[in-house]
């Protein structure tokens, strides 16, 4: 548990040592690809959204979730983009394949779809090259570009405010 702890501290101190890269000139807020980082305990939530995404027109194989689990329960083989507190090294290295693909691909929108400061969720989005990222405002601030204010995690208003504001951001 004490190693825990010490890992927490080390993404905790990682999450705060990164800088957010402005949002690119290049970018005219025209999104394709979109990575979802959210809580594994989440996953039902996290499929309404990805299938309200659809209906809006979005392809399902350009939408990539990684789950975070905080159980002490073991990863099942088809669990292949759930990531864990074990899966970091003191040094913050990762052995978990998925957590790697997922942080260094360029989705053109992160969802950080998660509600708390769970500190291996920070350091996701934190770590991720996306290049709009946003957030809930009930989460720390300076990880995301922009941050949605709402109560509790609701997909189908959390896409409908997102569209609406990214609409703003075109214009």
Excluded: C
């Excluded at 705060?16 to 979802?36: A, D």
């Excluded at 996290?46 to 659809?54: P, Y």
């Excluded at 507190?85 to 913050?92: K, M």
């Amino acid at each position: 548990m004490l190693f825990n702890a010490v890992k927490k501290k080390a993404l905790r101190k990682a999450v705060e040592g990164t800088k957010l890269p402005s949002v690119p000139l290049e970018f005219n807020y025209q999104v394709k690809t979109i990575g979802i980082l959210s809580e594994k305990k989440e996953q039902s939530t996290v499929e309404s959204m990805i299938n309200i995404l659809v209906d809006r027109g979005f392809k399902r194989e350009d939408i990539l979730v990684l789950y975070y689990d905080g159980s002490n329960s073991k990863v099942k083989e088809e669990d292949a983009y759930v990531f864990k507190l074990r899966d970091f090294e003191s040094s913050l290295k990762t052995s978990n394949e998925s957590l790697k693909v997922f942080v260094e691909k360029p989705f053109d929108l992160l969802i950080s779809f998660y509600k708390s400061d769970t500190i291996p969720l920070l350091w996701g989005t934190s770590q991720s090259k996306a290049k709009f990222k946003v957030g809930l405002a009930s989460v720390t601030s300076f990880v995301n570009h922009f941050n949605i204010e709402m109560n509790g995690l609701d997909a189908e208003l959390y896409v409908k405010l997102l569209f609406e504001y990214i609409n703003i951001f075109k214009n």
